[in-house]
């Protein structure tokens, strides 16, 4: 039987065609079953979406034109090569990034009662002019909580000046910006959570001292100026992480925090520490780079000061090169009053003989916890150098951990 030829093409595209139909969301009966999903649905679809293709939705048709901004607990994630093409020169999808971002916050937006939480990356566009409208106009939008991180940032004072005095509850910085650039004014009256990285001690100064009720602090990467001292001076203050700061060698720390609970300590000693008295330290945690040999001080009396500086801390982790500073220095360990648990991250006979010490140290102690490098027979050594009559329960967590609980006063081990 002979088919046409116009016959024909339309068989040969049948497939096809509810190929297209179902890919856009149609059945082969042509209706648009996505579509007509409840609003609530979505909007959950929406927001599991890249920012760029779910603002693309609203082109679909008159249902999706004004989805976006309905979308509940809106968390917006903008990164400048949400645009690029490896094809496009540079300076024409940094223009295509500004104008949809300016359209984004300040038109698709514009009705919207509140953001929740504004994500933007820039590796290549750093003009803080720019960036500083932007925030501006997410605050507006009653946003409370912000993650900002900008490679080599220009013009740094646009964006302080956009935050000074704003209402934001938790705000991440990575600003990354010239030596020679000025000192700018801070004012976050009601921010409860900072981290910073890549910011030089005069600004950080300043900045934290701007937070009167701030109670999560993280700093990483911070860099220290010679001569320069970092001051952490925060009532409020609950938990603190430092992580490596540049140039650390030639740094001071001082820390006034009496409301601190949590310490983490990680990367390289100072030459100086300052710390009051902390009444509510519940745990410290310390872990240390191993390169001891490049510091132009004694490791181990550094060691030592920050050892006895959170002292009265009552769960400790400490990383084997810690311990290695602290067991090699000749002077008596400071008394560990509330001390009761001690996770030790990598085992070896230095570990050993700090933990004989620490029990005439810790009158409270009743939990060693080690990661790796427990062995049975410098287990059983160990024990049997103790002076103190003190028994262990060993037991095992998970396939990781070995655990040992500390009972005292007793005859024998």
């Not at 679809?45 to 920012?51: A, E, G, K, N, V």
């Not at 949400?82 to 038109?107: A, G």
């Amino acid at each position: 039987m002979k088919i046409d030829k116009k016959r024909r093409r339309s068989l040969e595209k049948a497939p096809e065609n509810k190929k297209m139909k179902e890919e856009n969301g149609a059945d082969s009966d042509g209706i648009d079953r996505i579509s007509n999903l409840p609003n609530e649905i979505l909007c959950h679809i929406l927001s599991l979406m890249p920012i760029k293709y779910a603002v693309g939705t609203s082109i679909l048709s008159t249902k999706w034109k004004n989805l976006f901004p309905l979308i509940p607990n809106l968390r917006l994630r903008l990164d400048d090569s949400l645009l690029l093409h490896p094809e496009t020169p540079p300076i024409v999808y940094l223009v295509s990034f500004i104008k949809f971002v300016d359209r984004l916050l300040n038109i698709t937006l514009l009705d919207v009662p509140s953001l929740q939480f504004l994500c933007l990356l820039c590796q290549k566009f750093n003009d803080g002019r720019v960036i500083g409208r932007w925030i501006s106009s997410a605050l507006r939008l009653k946003i409370r909580r912000m993650d900002i991180r900008i490679r080599r940032l220009r013009f740094p004072k646009f964006i302080f000046d956009s935050l000074y005095g704003c209402n934001i509850f938790s705000l991440n910085i990575l600003f990354d910006f010239a030596d020679n650039a000025p000192v700018c004014r801070f004012n976050l009256p009601n921010l409860h959570m900072l981290s910073v990285q890549c910011m030089k001690f005069d600004h950080l100064n300043i900045l934290v001292a701007s937070c009167p009720v701030l109670e999560y602090l993280v700093l990483n990467s911070c860099i220290c100026q010679p001569g320069r001292v970092l001051r952490i001076s925060v009532p409020s203050l609950k938990a603190l992480k430092m992580i490596s700061a540049v140039h650390a060698f030639q740094s001071e720390f001082e820390i006034d925090a009496p409301n601190l609970e949590y310490i983490n300590y990680e990367g390289f000693l100072v030459k100086s520490y300052k710390v009051t008295r902390m009444r509510s330290l519940k745990i410290a945690r310390f872990e240390l780079d191993g390169t001891f040999v490049q510091y132009p001080f004694d490791a181990g009396e550094k060691a030592f000061e920050l050892a006895r500086s959170f002292a009265g801390a009552e769960k400790y982790w400490m990383s084997k090169q810690f311990i290695t500073l602290l067991q090699n220095y000749p002077i008596p360990l400071p008394i560990f009053t509330k001390m009761i648990f001690v996770s030790i991250k990598c085992m070896d006979f230095n570990g050993w003989g700090l933990l004989a010490r620490l029990l005439g140290c810790a009158p409270m102690l009743e939990k060693l916890m080690f990661r790796s490098g427990f062995d049975l027979e410098s287990y059983e050594n160990f024990k049997a150098s103790l002076q103190e009559p003190v028994s262990f329960h060993m037991s095992r967590e998970g396939e990781s951990f070995v655990v040992l609980q500390i009972e005292r006063n007793v005859e024998g081990n």
